[in-house]
């Protein structure tokens, strides 16, 4: 599944990019495809993960939605975060990966990433800040990915900064 494909599953708005980033992600792509190979794969050793967007034939599969963040509550170290059709997991090297209860927070501020001329494009950097009444964090990732975990949780679309 593409990006456009996956845009249409989600209820948030999903800004097209320009024609001319298109083509800089195209470059920049490559970019990083030679830069993997000359570094002998240190980016995935590091975690870096560009989104592709797939949504698995299989609903348990995690979707390919790039890199995720959840620090819960605040200030704690940052969890990898993974989604399938049906459910969102942190999925920390080293131990199971849990549930996260997504249904039961709520988003009380959305803050796009600096440096986007338009920020809900799918790979525009957000933060979601979360609560669930009593605690609060935050969750980082993509737009389109963020997107996506609100769809699942049934959260309504944010306003940025609010």
């Known amino acids: 599944m593409s990006d456009a494909q ?4 989600v209820d948030w708005t999903v800004q097209d990019p320009p024609p001319e980033a298109r083509v800089g992600r195209v470059l920049g792509g490559v970019f990083h495809a030679v830069s993997a190979v000359m ?8 975690g870096a993960r560009p989104a592709s967007w797939s949504v698995p034939a299989d609903p348990a599969d995690y979707l390919g939605l790039g890199v995720l963040e959840l ?3 605040d200030g704690a170290p940052a969890e990898p975060v ?4 049906e459910a ?3 999925t920390g090297p080293g131990r199971p990966a849990r549930q996260l209860p997504v249904a039961t927070w709520q988003v009380v501020r959305a803050v796009p990433g600096s440096g986007s001329r338009r920020p809900r494009e799918s790979t525009s950097p957000w933060r979601l800040d979360l609560t669930d009444g009593e605690v609060t964090g935050s969750l980082t990732g993509a737009w389109l990915a963020l997107a996506w975990i609100g769809h699942l949780a049934g959260w309504p679309e944010p306003a940025a900064g609010s």
């Open 6 to 9: 996956l845009r249409r599953l």
């Open 39 to 46: 570094t002998l794969g240190a980016d995935a050793a590091l």
């Open 71 to 73: 620090r819960w509550p």
């Open 82 to 85: 993974e989604a399938t059709r």
């Open 88 to 90: 969102v997991w942190v």
